[in-house]
């Protein structure tokens, strides 16, 4: 009797305090919060409530089980599982943050728009990166790894807190009072060409300026943060993030909820549509096809090796589950996504925690099956499942070689299967793509 006496005391004087720990922790989270959020930029106070219901109960749970000695015990794993997920209930009613990692000619302008395209609860933004890589290429952080990733990293979390700030200062020319003409393919932002962002033509403003559903004025940043902070869901998608790891304090602060979906591709297929896209930066390789004859200790086929290592190794991270990524990463293929849109889309959906919307199924619908493809390089518009095989057609044998012996770990985790000679590499009915699921 004096036992379950003292296990029911024990219980309440936990419970108390674990009470007090959760007001506490939310008086200094919002005090970090007011000392971190520039002035000039409002932000969302955190929702500690849930959090301190699922932990009080789960601390609650795994306590009384221990002091009773029930046959619901917990192990040491358990234990860790369950503590690691208290992270998961952050923000369950909250906004969602999603981060688009990919490279470029990977199809990430295409799968970007499944999100952009969700519809008003989307503040959705296409490269802002491409900003912060132009201005640093020719300074000494291009050349630094570590402190060039600290940069985009410390970027994009000022972006999904809906602070333009950090990224204005990498726009050129300088926006003038928080407004710019610059802002690289504003365009490709649905949330950037509405109203009140959507500002009226002025004169004297070029054509550069125009949305693709309307012709908008400079981009008034202030409103772009205004309109960020009244949607409930974030997306950024960027091709400049090279190394996961390197987002580990973005994803573990308290004030994001973030979802990492790295897509890949075939690098066969990526070297292919770079040829074309790129032309004038792959001489190099469009003369190789041509002569038949590659030298691997090329600075190109290193950088090439480079590419499919950092992305290998970004996936091994990814897939390892960490306890900072547990449920924040999805891996996706191109290829998947080209001859299943609407069923990746809605997995991405899923993992996400966003209903899936109307608006989001129909640009699927329309923009997976037309029969005639827009032009440009970052053409949203395709046949998907043909696309994904286009680039057996265009790429010599000879380079498909070359791909397979730099890239084969990268090739074989992703599973995309080698070809021995020509015949196979352009016959359509052997496909090169394994059934594989990631997770």
């Known amino acids: 009797m004096k036992t379950k006496y003292a296990i029911v005391f024990i219980c309440i004087v936990a419970l108390v305090i674990i009470e ?7 008086r200094v989270s919002d005090k970090l919060i007011q000392r971190q959020s520039p002035k000039h930029t409002p932000q969302t106070p955190l929702d500690y409530s849930n959090t301190t219901q699922k932990g009080s109960l789960m601390v ?18 358990q234990e860790e599982e369950e503590l690691g997920d208290l992270g998961a209930y952050n923000y369950s009613a909250g906004r969602k943050h999603i981060l688009l990692m990919a490279t470029t000619r990977t199809g990430s302008s295409f799968v970007g728009e499944f999100f952009n395209q969700h519809g008003e609860n989307m503040f959705y933004l ?3 990166l491409w900003h912060v890589e132009r201005m640093l290429t020719t300074s000494p952080e291009a050349n630094n790894g570590t402190v060039l990733a600290g940069i985009y990293r410390d970027v994009l979390q000022g972006l999904f807190l809906c602070d333009f700030s950090r990224l204005e200062k990498f726009i050129s020319p300088p926006p003038q009072d ?10 490709s932002s649905l949330s950037l060409c509405d109203e009140p962002v959507c500002t009226p033509v002025i004169k004297d403003v070029f054509e550069r300026y125009h949305c693709k559903t309307r012709r908008c004025g400079p981009l008034n940043l202030t409103l772009a943060s205004q309109s960020c902070l009244s949607k409930q869901h974030h997306a950024i998608k960027t091709v400049r993030v090279r190394q996961l790891d390197t987002l580990q304090p973005l994803v573990e602060d308290p004030r994001l ?17 770079r040829m074309v896209a790129f032309s004038s930066k792959y001489q190099t390789w469009k003369a190789w096809a041509q002569d038949g004859q590659v030298p691997e200790d090329d600075e190109e ?19 390892s589950q960490p306890r900072w990524l547990r449920s924040r990463y999805m891996l996706v293929r191109y290829e998947d996504i080209a001859r299943y849109p609407m069923q990746k889309a809605e997995e991405m959906y899923r993992f996400t925690g966003i209903p899936f919307s109307s608006q989001a199924r129909e640009w699927i619908l329309r923009n997976t099956q037309t029969t005639q493809e827009a032009s440009g390089i970052y053409s949203t518009q395709k046949n998907s499942s043909e696309q994904a095989e286009k680039w057996r057609f265009s790429i010599p044998f000879t380079l498909a070689q070359v791909v397979q012996r730099v890239c084969g770990p990268t090739m074989k985790l992703f599973g995309y299967r080698f070809v021995d000679d020509e015949k196979t590499l352009i016959n359509k009915s052997i496909s090169l793509l394994e059934d594989k699921l990631f997770h």
Request: glycine share 6%.
């Open 301 to 319: 086929v290193r950088r090439l090796k480079g590419n499919c290592d950092h992305i290998r190794m970004s996936a091994e991270v990814g897939l």
């Open 60 to 77: 609650f749970k795994m306590l009384l089980s221990k002091l009773s000695g029930t046959k619901g015990n917990y192990s040491e794993e």
């Open 126 to 128: 296409f490269e802002p």
């Open 178 to 187: 928080h407004v710019t003409p610059a802002l690289f393919r504003r365009e």
């Open 257 to 273: 909820d973030i979802r990492v979906i790295q897509l890949v591709r075939d690098p066969r297929a990526i070297l292919a549509s």
């Open 20 to 26: 007090k720990e959760s007001n506490i922790l939310s």
